[in-house]
């Protein structure tokens, strides 16, 4: 593991410095403001269910730079294999199980099947899928995601799936207007402030053969 800190400049050179100030950039564009109150957004959707398992969304965060929404997961009987869901969730070093994706009205996309470390430079028009923790028992979980940007004017498309649990690449489409409006009522506190990071380098996820998943994962990472 590695951790960048923002006084750390100091002891690099002029070059080391600069891309340092690209990763603070790019890391700053992958996070909810801490100088936001967001706003609120009726987001709201049955992604997939089996006979035993929902998965749904259901609210967002709406902050300048993004949204934070929550996937949550519901087990009819509970986990078998665990005493709760959060190790089927993520899986063994940190790779998801449940696999979520987003594209966007225009066709840029993203999913949590990269969980990098959020340093490395990127536009900012590019989507990216943050992961922001989550947990639950052996009944109900829950896994918190941050999307940057604000997604564009059309449909917002999410594509789901759980190959470890039988559930099938599913796909469902949203309206924007409600998320585009809340953007308008954020309220913004004081001025940011660096951060640090940490880095991780996670395991590479199960996904389905042949489907959406499978194809956003052979695709380069954007630079």
């Known amino acids: ?32 403001p801490r100088n936001e109150v967001p706003a609120a957004a009726p987001v709201e959707a049955l992604l997939a269910s089996t006979e035993s398992m929902a ?49 966007f009205a225009d066709g840029r996309r993203c999913s949590n099947l990269r969980a ?21 028992d052996a009944h109900r979980s829950s896994m918190e995601l941050f999307l940057t940007p604000l997604p564009p004017s059309g449909d917002l498309t999410i594509i789901c799936a759980w190959p470890d649990k039988d ?4 796909t469902t489409r949203l309206p924007t207007d409600d998320i585009r409006a809340a953007a308008n009522r954020v309220h913004q506190l004081w001025p940011d402030a660096p951060t640090q990071h940490t880095a991780r380098a996670p395991k590479p996820p199960h996904v389905p053969e042949g489907g959406w998943f499978a194809a956003q994962l052979d695709e380069p990472p954007t630079q």
Not at 20 to 31: K, P
Not at 79 to 94: I, M, V, Y
Not at 117 to 122: C, K
Request: with cysteine; proline share 7%.
């Open 167 to 170: 559930i099938p690449e599913t």
């Open 55 to 103: 998965v749904y969304i259901c609210g967002a965060c709406v902050y300048r730079n993004g949204m934070g929404f929550s996937i949550q997961v519901l087990s009819r009987y509970g986990d078998e294999d665990t005493d709760d869901l959060t190790d089927p969730l993520w899986g063994n070093g940190g790779s998801p199980r449940l696999l979520v994706g987003i594209q």
């Open 1 to 32: 593991m590695q951790i960048v800190g923002a006084g750390s400049p100091g002891s690099f050179g002029d070059e080391d410095a600069a891309r340092l100030a690209q990763w603070e950039a790019a890391w700053a564009l992958r996070q909810p």
């Open 116 to 136: 990098d470390t959020g340093l490395e430079p990127h536009g900012k028009d590019e989507p990216y899928l943050h992961d922001e923790g989550g947990g639950g």
